[in-house]
């Protein structure tokens, strides 16, 4: 390359031209570390903490060149080369980079490159870390792939490639029968919201003949499309977005999937996977402008999810689960909010960004109490750490601050905003979205302020060969990065509108101003007084007397049925399970006794005719010339009896 060229490459608009390492790089790195075999051993860890670093890098470079740029022209198309050439149907494998997919490269490579990072301490002693670091890698590729890629068909790719990547990740420690399990289950789980998704597409191709994103938005607005049409694509790309945002009904997997190392839990429940299912309705945004019935669907699933999330949260003592739980109802907000539609889809990407700050944060910190207690989950075997790992109740306080939208910490900007959009719906459905909104908060804040007291609070219950120290700084550094974004995110986002008017051109213009069921200030000051009597309510029931090591086993039914998930895997056994099992065995027994029965038995009346029939052939000619004089005398008298009659 000529000094010419490589300087117009660095150039502020030339940049573009290497969106293609975004993916590229992690990609790389994934295949040296998975295929390089133990000679990477030493400095696998570095590597692949190199990759998602310099692709964020990029990001950052090209995000200023973006914002170079006027809001018109800030959908830049990259061709990579033609992936299926066939008469009829021509794919392309091209990526597109604009505001929305920027923005969610800064998170995947920014909280991914802080997560590695942490990595580097959480997984010093495991013998398979070179494998670890290549895993983590392949997941970041993939994830960058699917929000890049500028049509259905490739997202598609990169959607299947996180569930592989995930599949990986959470069985990392396949020795462990429950590790094992979990990424089954996860993988199960996936595989029913990808079927969903791989109808959409072929839906689409076969109403638009196309899966271009351009192509199928234009033809939704277009004359002549069925209403019916595009309910049922918003539908089935809703159903994708469930599996793999874990939102109900298929949100059974994301508490199995504790099950593997904690930043894996980070990676996936903060930054990546789970947003994926937001990424796809917010990108979809267009074709559920114009499906009002399939964007109510995802209102009442978001709606639904983030009340389930923190229900479930109340109840368990595993400090993982717990944040899983709540990453469920936090989603359940940004389902919600994208569900809301034309002007709201920002305020649910800005809710997302902030998680990804505070729940990567918070799971950081968990790993780091993990870390100092011999991996101990319980939350009742902790108590009084404050005291011994400084560094992590800080920075996990502030997470915890951020998450319950206490002002100015993140969160009080995105889900304050949330509850409004919901109230301002109006009429009914806008009173009941918002009620569940606000109740939802104070669920929270309940479940928060729990984790908080039993794990960092109260009397030391920690076992006795445990001896709680703070992580490494090289586990902490991250964490205390990610504090910081989890206090001051939120503001800096929202100032001066400055994401929603980023996300314009890929969302649509966000609407702040306008008619409001609530004054704004009216429904902060309740929704703060909702958090605090969340926050008083667990320090009530929690806080003021001793925590027990074992559970208690005298509880409401509540209580009972969120230990159980609410009952989730259940449901799915009794709906989806059993009948599935009872459909396949009847299938097996039509297939081996109906169709393997007529054919074996068909070909049973063949061979013993034939059996028969064989027995006419002896070889010996006496028996021809008897059977020869047998014929000739019933032909002779036939036709006698002929001429008579």
Same mark, same amino acid.
């Given at each position: 390359?000529? $000094?010419?060229?490589?300087?117009?490459?660095?150039?502020?608009?030339?940049?573009?031209?290497?969106?293609?390492?975004?993916?590229?790089?992690?990609?790389?790195?994934?295949? /040296?570390?998975?295929?390089?075999?133990?000679?990477?051993?030493?400095?696998?860890?570095?590597?692949?903490?190199? =990759?998602?670093?310099?692709?964020?890098?990029?990001?950052?470079?090209?995000?200023?060149?973006?914002?170079?740029?006027?809001?018109?022209?800030?959908?830049?198309?990259?061709? $990579?080369?033609?992936?299926?050439?066939?008469?009829?149907?021509?794919?392309?494998?091209?990526?597109?980079?604009?505001?929305?997919?920027?923005?969610?490269?800064?998170?995947?490579?920014?909280?991914?490159?802080?997560?590695?990072?942490?990595?580097?301490?959480?997984?010093?002693?495991?013998?398979?870390?070179?494998?670890?670091?290549?895993?983590?890698?392949?997941? *970041?590729?993939?994830?960058?792939?699917?929000?890049?890629?500028?049509?259905?068909?490739?997202?598609?790719? #990169?959607?299947?490639?996180?569930?592989?990547?995930?599949?990986?990740?959470?069985?990392?420690?396949?020795?462990?029968?429950?590790?094992?399990?979990?990424?089954?289950?996860?993988?199960?789980?996936?595989?029913?919201?990808?079927?969903?998704?791989?109808?959409?597409?072929?839906?689409?191709?076969?109403?638009?003949?196309?899966?271009?994103?351009?192509?199928?938005?234009?033809?939704?607005?277009?004359?002549?499309?069925?209403?019916?049409?595009? +309910?049922?694509?918003?539908?089935?790309?809703?159903?994708?977005?469930?599996?793999?945002?874990?939102?109900?009904?298929?949100?059974?997997?994301?508490?199995?999937?504790?099950?593997?190392? +904690?930043?894996?839990?980070?990676?996936?429940?903060?930054?990546?996977?789970? +947003?994926?299912?937001?990424?796809?309705?917010?990108?979809?945004?267009?074709?559920?402008?114009?499906?009002?019935?399939?964007?109510?669907?995802?209102?009442?699933?978001?709606?639904?999810?983030?009340?389930?999330?923190?229900?479930?949260?109340?109840?368990?003592?595993?400090?993982?689960? /717990?944040?899983?739980?709540?990453?469920?109802?936090?989603?359940?907000?940004?389902?919600?909010?994208?569900?809301?539609?034309?002007? %709201?889809?920002?305020?649910?990407?800005?809710?997302?960004?902030?998680?990804?700050?505070?729940?990567?944060?918070?799971?950081?910190?968990?790993?780091?109490?993990?870390?100092?207690?011999?991996?101990?989950?319980?939350?009742?075997?902790?108590?009084?750490?404050?005291?011994?790992?400084? *560094?992590?109740?800080? +920075?996990?306080?502030? #997470?915890?601050?951020?998450?319950?939208?206490?002002?100015?910490?993140?969160?009080?900007?995105?889900?304050?905003?949330?509850?409004?959009?919901?109230?301002?719906?109006?009429?009914?459905? #806008?009173?009941?979205?918002? @009620?569940?909104?606000?109740?939802?908060?104070?669920?929270?804040?309940?479940?928060?302020?729990?984790?908080?007291?039993?794990?960092?609070?109260?009397?030391?219950?920690?076992?006795?060969? =445990?001896?709680?120290?703070?992580?490494?700084? %090289?586990?902490?550094?991250?964490? @205390?990065?990610?504090?910081? &974004?989890?206090?001051?995110?939120?503001?800096?986002?929202?100032?001066?509108?400055?994401?929603?008017?980023?996300?314009?051109?890929?969302?649509?213009?966000?609407?702040?101003?306008?008619?409001?069921?609530?004054?704004?200030?009216?429904?902060?000051?309740?929704?703060?007084?909702?958090?605090?009597?969340?926050?008083?309510? &667990?320090?009530?029931?929690?806080?003021?007397?001793?925590?027990?090591?074992?559970?208690? $086993?005298?509880?409401?039914?509540?209580?009972?049925?969120?230990?159980?998930?609410?009952?989730?895997?259940?449901?799915?056994?009794?709906?989806?399970?059993?009948?599935?099992?009872?459909?396949?065995?009847?299938?097996?027994?039509?297939?081996?006794? &109906?169709?393997?029965?007529?054919?074996? #038995?068909?070909?049973?009346?063949? &061979?013993?005719?034939?059996?028969?029939?064989?027995?006419?052939?002896?070889?010996?000619?006496?028996?021809?010339?008897?059977?020869?004089? %047998?014929?000739? %005398?019933?032909?002779?008298?036939?036709?006698?009896?002929?001429?008579?009659?």
């Amino acid at each position: 390359m000529s $000094l010419e060229h490589a300087v117009g490459y660095l150039a502020p608009s030339g940049i573009f031209h290497l969106t293609w390492l975004l993916i590229a790089l992690p990609a790389a790195s994934a295949a /040296v570390l998975l295929l390089g075999g133990r000679r990477t051993n030493s400095w696998g860890h570095l590597l692949g903490c190199a =990759a998602p670093i310099a692709s964020f890098v990029i990001a950052l470079i090209e995000l200023v060149a973006m914002l170079g740029r006027d809001s018109s022209h800030r959908q830049i198309d990259q061709h $990579l080369f033609t992936w299926v050439p066939v008469a009829g149907f021509h794919a392309e494998a091209n990526l597109l980079l604009d505001p929305l997919s920027l923005t969610f490269v800064l998170l995947i490579t920014g909280v991914g490159s802080l997560i590695h990072i942490y990595s580097i301490g959480y997984m010093e002693h495991d013998p398979d870390r070179r494998r670890f670091f290549g895993q983590l890698n392949l997941f *970041v590729a993939v994830m960058l792939l699917l929000v890049l890629a500028d049509n259905f068909l490739l997202m598609y790719v #990169g959607w299947e490639g996180v569930g592989l990547a995930s599949y990986l990740l959470i069985g990392f420690w396949h020795y462990k029968p429950s590790a094992a399990v979990a990424a089954k289950k996860a993988f199960v789980v996936n595989r029913v919201g990808d079927f969903g998704l791989s109808l959409a597409i072929m839906l689409m191709f076969a109403t638009f003949g196309t899966f271009s994103f351009a192509g199928v938005f234009t033809g939704a607005h277009g004359p002549g499309v069925h209403g019916g049409t595009l +309910t049922a694509i918003g539908l089935l790309l809703l159903l994708g977005a469930c599996a793999k945002s874990a939102q109900a009904p298929l949100q059974s997997w994301l508490l199995d999937a504790m099950e593997g190392p +904690t930043p894996v839990s980070a990676l996936i429940h903060a930054a990546t996977m789970v +947003t994926a299912g937001v990424y796809l309705v917010a990108r979809s945004a267009p074709l559920y402008n114009v499906a009002p019935d399939a964007r109510t669907a995802v209102e009442v699933v978001g709606a639904v999810t983030l009340v389930m999330g923190a229900i479930i949260g109340c109840a368990y003592d595993d400090i993982k689960k /717990v944040l899983a739980a709540s990453t469920m109802s936090q989603i359940g907000y940004m389902m919600l909010a994208v569900g809301l539609g034309p002007g %709201v889809y920002a305020i649910g990407i800005l809710h997302l960004l902030t998680h990804g700050f505070f729940k990567a944060n918070m799971f950081l910190g968990a790993g780091s109490v993990m870390h100092g207690m011999n991996d101990e989950v319980n939350m009742r075997r902790y108590g009084g750490l404050r005291k011994v790992m400084p *560094v992590t109740f800080v +920075t996990f306080g502030i #997470g915890y601050l951020a998450i319950i939208g206490m002002p100015p910490f993140a969160g009080f900007f995105s889900k304050d905003k949330i509850i409004e959009a919901a109230f301002d719906t109006g009429g009914a459905e #806008g009173w009941i979205l918002g @009620i569940v909104a606000l109740a939802g908060a104070g669920i929270t804040a309940f479940y928060m302020t729990r984790l908080m007291i039993m794990t960092f609070f109260g009397n030391r219950r920690w076992a006795k060969d =445990a001896h709680p120290h703070e992580s490494p700084s %090289v586990m902490t550094g991250p964490m @205390i990065v990610l504090a910081i &974004g989890s206090a001051v995110a939120g503001g800096l986002l929202v100032l001066g509108g400055s994401l929603q008017h980023f996300l314009t051109p890929s969302v649509g213009r966000s609407v702040e101003v306008g008619a409001h069921t609530i004054a704004p200030v009216v429904l902060t000051l309740l929704t703060l007084v909702v958090v605090a009597g969340g926050v008083a309510a &667990g320090w009530w029931l929690v806080g003021r007397k001793p925590v027990p090591v074992e559970q208690p $086993l005298n509880v409401t039914p509540v209580t009972w049925a969120a230990r159980r998930s609410l009952y989730g895997d259940a449901l799915n056994e009794g709906l989806f399970m059993r009948p599935g099992s009872y459909l396949t065995r009847a299938l097996v027994f039509f297939d081996g006794r &109906g169709v393997d029965g007529a054919v074996n #038995g068909l070909a049973a009346l063949v &061979g013993g005719t034939s059996a028969r029939a064989r027995r006419t052939q002896t070889g010996f000619a006496r028996s021809y010339a008897l059977s020869m004089l %047998v014929g000739a %005398v019933a032909v002779t008298g036939a036709l006698v009896l002929v001429r008579v009659g």
